[in-house]
């Protein structure tokens, strides 16, 4: 019964069906459910630092129990973003309800869609992949997996990498840097996996050029079949989604820096570059992905054995909980500022 925990991960997308089925005032029930409600349970839930044994470990590498509740996403996910542009469409909505709705939407497309798709880009499996892009495209960030799988794991906890905030850089400066800089590295990235291979740009194997295509096309369908407030519906979530993301990426690796070798190199990857948080609720909400150093210290573990190493800084509350002190950045900077080692401040 224990495997079966990550079912509450479902209920992030339930809340937020019912949020688009009632509408009204309980559009605003996922926004209060993913960040007043759940940090709420972490204050109240004990923190759990324990890590499986190997035998623990290898018995559940074995169970596709855990690789089905991924799966499970993709039609959650594409049912829900259906539903609501159906809904936006057809009925005769407030402002503030759309509003609501954008958020209730949004949240699922980050949570259940971006953070799945980053756990099945790890996987060396074709399907899992093509899954986890597939739960990206709503979100209108198919360049994730490329900048993320490619660049972020290279230059993680360096100013290389778009998606390390600098000490004392607030969320909202790392939104438009983070998101404009990964974009533009994926390009990058995509030209000289071409090169390497002896592609040209106007290839079948340039995958930049697909992610454009596929997520232009996304949107003219919403469009042709939803109309107009359908279109600014589901971008409007898209937008939501991808910055859930980049908070996620902010507070995962803020003020960690990486620090030069004799030779002029950064040292490796290590387990103190990523914020570690064993917040029980949040960690499985998001699928482990608060266990980041570890995540960042073997990035091809699944997410059902990663462990807690006692050298990664901890984070003195869960994600979400950090997500919401994150918006306010004069509080952010008094908590967390001071639990950066002195070393990595420059």
């Known amino acids: 019964m224990k495997d079966l925990k990550y079912l509450a991960a479902f209920s992030v997308p339930l809340v937020a069906f019912i949020s688009l089925y009632f509408k009204g005032y309980f559009t605003y029930l996922t926004p209060i459910y993913a960040f007043a409600i759940i ?163 106007f290839s079948v194997k340039n995958d930049m050029l697909w992610y454009v295509v596929f997520q232009i096309s996304y949107l003219l369908l919403v469009f042709f079949v939803f109309g107009v407030n359908g279109l600014v519906f589901a971008f409007s979530a898209a937008v939501v989604g991808f910055l859930l993301l980049e908070t996620v990426n902010y507070i995962e690796h803020y003020g960690l820096m990486r620090l030069k070798t004799k030779s002029g190199r950064y040292e490796r990857v290590k387990e103190m570059h990523s914020w570690n948080s064993n917040h029980v609720i949040g960690r499985i909400v998001l699928y482990e992905l608060t266990r980041h150093s570890d995540h960042h210290f073997k990035s091809s573990k699944k997410y059902q054995v990663l462990d807690c190493h006692d050298e990664s800084p901890q984070m003195p509350y ?15 900077f008094r908590i967390m500022n001071k639990r950066v080692p002195k070393e990595m401040v420059a």
């Open 39 to 201: 940090p709420l349970l972490e204050l109240i839930f004990p923190i759990d630092t324990k890590n499986l044994s190997d035998d623990e470990a290898d018995h559940k590498l074995k169970r596709q129990i855990f690789d089905w509740l991924l799966y499970l996403n993709l039609p959650i996910v594409y049912g829900l973003v259906i539903f609501g542009v159906y809904e936006v469409s057809t009925s005769a909505i407030e402002t503030y309800e759309l509003v609501g709705m954008i958020l209730s939407l949004g949240i699922v497309l980050g949570v259940n869609g971006i953070n799945v798709a980053h756990e099945l880009g790890h996987r060396q499996n074709t399907k899992e992949r093509f899954i986890g892009k597939a739960l990206l495209l709503p979100s209108q960030y198919m360049h994730f997996y490329i900048e993320h799988n490619f660049g972020h794991h290279l230059h993680a906890a360096t100013p290389e990498d778009p998606a390390t905030a600098k000490y004392n850089q607030t969320v909202y400066s790392f939104w438009f840097t983070s998101t404009f800089r990964q974009y533009v590295s994926s390009w990058r990235i995509q030209k000289k996996l071409l090169h390497n291979n002896n592609e040209a740009f």
């Open 318 to 332: 869960g994600y979400p909980t950090s997500m919401v002190l994150s918006m306010i950045p004069p509080l952010w």
